[in-house]
């Protein structure tokens, strides 16, 4: 499974979760940190496109 999806997986996972739930991480919190981890694979992605031959 392409990385991408994998994080999607997990936040989904994470939305499912009440808020509040005890853990190292806020829901809100690890939500967005999912969030950002798939735009930087999104722009890493562009940039390899945009590099290739």
């Known amino acids: 499974m ?3 999806y994998e994080l999607e997986d997990q936040r989904r996972s ?3 979760l009440p808020p ?3 853990s ?3 829901r809100e919190d690890a939500v967005r940190l999912i969030a950002e981890l ?3 694979i ?3 992605a562009a940039v390899r ?3 290739a031959p």
């Open 38 to 40: 798939q735009d930087a």
């Open 42 to 44: 999104r722009t890493v």
């Open 20 to 22: 509040g739930s005890p």
């Open 14 to 16: 994470l939305v499912m």
């Open 49 to 51: 496109a945009a590099q």
């Open 24 to 26: 190292g991480l806020s």
């Open 2 to 4: 392409d990385r991408y």
